[in-house]
């Protein structure tokens, strides 16, 4: 069963920027597609941002512009930029292929304060 650790969330006020890791315990990025999901508070889990074995990248409205998605295969890890962050994206943030297929780790937690 892969594994899934997610790090580098905080706390950030509103314009600021971190950056997430998300590493594997298999090289699972490499040949499937990568994605970052997040969980706002009181809310269902909703995908953030894909990156194809392309190259290619995918977000959701919400975030383009703001959040850049990319990998490091031989670290098997993804990582989420996440700049000019705003209050709306206070959530526990998870990576996972697209679609997803293994089990998810315990997310990373971003708090953004106006």
């Known amino acids: 069963q892969v594994q899934l650790v997610e790090s580098g969330g905080g706390l950030v006020h509103s314009g600021e920027s971190l950056r997430l890791s998300c590493t594997a315990s298999?090289?699972?990025?490499?040949?499937?597609?990568a994605g970052w999901y997040r969980r706002p508070p009181g809310k269902e889990r909703e995908w953030v941002a894909s990156?194809?074995?392309?190259?290619?990248?995918g977000y959701t409205d919400a975030v383009k512009g703001r959040f850049t998605i990319s990998k490091d295969n031989a670290k098997r890890t993804v990582y989420l930029q996440m700049n000019s962050l705003k209050t709306e994206d206070t959530a526990i943030y998870y990576c996972?292929?697209?679609?997803?297929?293994?089990?998810w780790g315990q997310g990373t937690l971003v708090t953004v304060s106006s």
């Open positions: 996972n292929t697209v679609p997803v297929f293994h089990t």
């Open positions: 990156l194809f074995t392309t190259g290619d990248t």
């Open positions: 298999e090289s699972i990025f490499g040949s499937s597609i």
